[in-house]
Nanobody
Framework: QVQLAESGGGLVQTGGSLSLSCVASGDILSNDIMGWYRQAPGKLLELVATITSGGTARYADSVESRFTITRNNPKNTVYLQMNSLEPEYTAVYYC???????????WGQGTQVTVAA
């Protein structure tokens, strides 16, 4: 079982930046794929970005030019740098790990990001 703990959410003005962190603990494998997802009020959960252990990143079209996902494998931490934030990015952001060998997933508790107009 992998435990994930997000931090870094908060309130920011339009155009501002936030950096999210997610620390993994427990039964960690170095090749787990890490990712960020978000759920806005009244909307479905959606992919924001994922990153492999080798650093290959994938982004949702809506964030590709604004967000950067990175990971520090020795620290079991994944980051999401969010720039030029807009009110439509207001959501709860969740960290997720995916175990390739079993195609199983673990989720964090989420962190609220609110972008004020």
């Amino acid at each position: 079982q992998v435990q994930l703990a997000e931090s870094g959410g908060g309130l920011v003005q339009t155009g501002g930046s936030l950096s999210l962190s997610c620390v993994a603990s427990g039964d960690i494998l170095s090749n787990d794929i890490m990712g960020w997802y978000r759920q806005a009020p009244g909307k479905l959960l959606e992919l924001v970005a994922t990153i492999t252990s080798g650093g290959t990143a994938r982004y949702a079209d809506s964030v590709e030019s604004r967000f950067t996902i990175t990971r520090n494998n020795p620290k079991n931490t994944v980051y999401l740098q969010m720039n030029s934030l807009e009110p439509e990015y207001t959501a709860v952001y969740y960290c997720r790990s995916r175990r390739l060998q079993t195609d199983s997933y673990s989720w964090g508790q989420g962190t609220q990001v609110t972008v004020a107009a």
